[in-house]
C-alpha cells in the first residue's frame, strides 16, 4: 500500500513539476514580449513560443480524459476564468482607449475557450485512431482559409489540437512506466531530443523565417514559406514535449511543484501584470530586459504560486460558476449531457461566427 501511495505521490508531482516549468516560461516569454524589436529577445522568446503552448495543451489533454473534466460545473468554471480575465483586459482597453473586442479574445485568453471546445470535442474524435494523423493534416491545411482567424480562438483551436489529443492518447501505464525509469536513463535521451528540436527550429528560423505569425497559427499569407513553417513548428513542438517527458524530475521539488499545481492562478493573473510592467521597460538593454524578466517570473511564480493566492482564486471562481448554474455549493458537480450541450455550443458558435465574418465584410 505504501509503495502505491509513493508511485501516485511522484506521478503527481512528476507533472506539477512540467506545468511549473512552462508556467514559468509563459511567464517570461510575456514580460519580454513587448521587446521584440531587440534581437537576442526575439529569438529567446521565439525559442520559447516553438514548444511551450503547444506542451501546455499536451498536458491538458493528459488529464482530459475522465467525465468530471467535461461536467456542467467543470467547463463552467472554465468560462468563468474566461469572463474573468476578459472583464480585466476589456477594462485596460477601454482605459487605453483600444477598440473593445468581444468576439476575439484578449492575449493568453485564448486558451481557456480552446480548452472547453477541445474537451467537448475530444469524446468523439478520439474514438478512431486516425484522429491524431487527422487532425495534424487538418491543422497544416486550416491556414489556407482565410476565415479561420482568431475569433473566438477558432485558429488555434483547430491547429492545436494535435497536442491536445496526443496528451489524450498517452495512457497511464504508459505515463507511469516512462515515470519509472532512472533519471539517468532518461538523462541522456531527452537532452539528444531537445537538441534535436533546438536545430531544426534554428535552421527553420534561418531557411524559413519562422516567427511570431507561425507561433499565432494565421491564415497564410506567404503559402510556400508559411505552409512548411508550421510543419516544422509541429515538428520541434512534438520533439520538445518527448524531450520534457524525459527530463521532468519525478519526485516533489518544493518551489517547483506547488507552481505547477498552482499554475492556474498563475496563468490568469500575471498577463494583466506583465501588460502593465512592460510600460516602463522601454529604455532597457537586452540584459536588463533579461534579468527584470527572471526576477518578475520568480516573484510572479512564489507570489501568485502560492497556496493563498490559489485558494482564493478558486473560492471566486467556484462563488461565479455557482451563479452561472444557479446552485450553491452542490455536493457532486452534474455530469454534462455531453450529446446535447455539444450540439447547442456547436450550433452557438457557428450561428456566432457567421454573423461575425458578415458584418466584418
Sequence with gaps: ??????????????????KGVLIALVVFG?????????????HVVDAIYFFHMPAFVFVSGYFSK????????????LLSAYLLLTTVHLGMAFINGHPLLVTTPYNSAWYLLALIAWRLITPYFSKTKWSLPLFLVIS??????????NTFALARIISLY??????YFLSKENSDKLVSFSPLKRLLPGVVIICAGAGIAFL????????QKDFGFAAYEEIFRQLPGRAVVFVVAFLCIAGLLLLTPKGNIPLLTKVGRN???????????????????????????????????????VVLGSDIVSRLLDKALNFFTDVFLQIRKPRKAALAKTDRRTFDCCFAFSSVYRFHHQVMK
Excluded at 1 to 18: F, G
Excluded at 30 to 42: E, P, V
Excluded at 162 to 167: E, T, Y
Excluded at 273 to 287: C, D, E, P, Y
Design 1 to 18: 500500500m505504501k509503495q502505491n501511495q509513493s508511485t501516485l505521490t511522484q506521478r503527481s508531482s512528476y507533472w506539477d513539476n512540467m
Design 30 to 42: 510575456h514580460c519580454l514580449y513587448s521587446s521584440l524589436d531587440i534581437g537576442i529577445i526575439r
Design 66 to 77: 475522465s467525465k468530471n473534466s467535461r461536467s456542467a460545473r467543470s467547463l463552467t468554471k
Design 140 to 149: 497544416l491545411f486550416a491556414g489556407f482559409w482565410q476565415d479561420i482567424d
Design 162 to 167: 494535435p497536442f491536445f489529443l496526443a496528451g
Design 204 to 211: 527553420s528560423k534561418s531557411l524559413l523565417h519562422v516567427g
Design 263 to 301: 499554475s492556474l492562478a498563475i496563468f490568469l493573473i500575471h498577463r494583466p501584470i506583465t501588460l502593465l510592467m512592460n510600460r516602463f521597460i522601454g529604455g532597457f538593454s537586452a540584459v536588463m530586459l533579461l534579468a527584470y524578466a527572471a526576477v518578475f517570473t520568480v516573484a510572479a511564480c
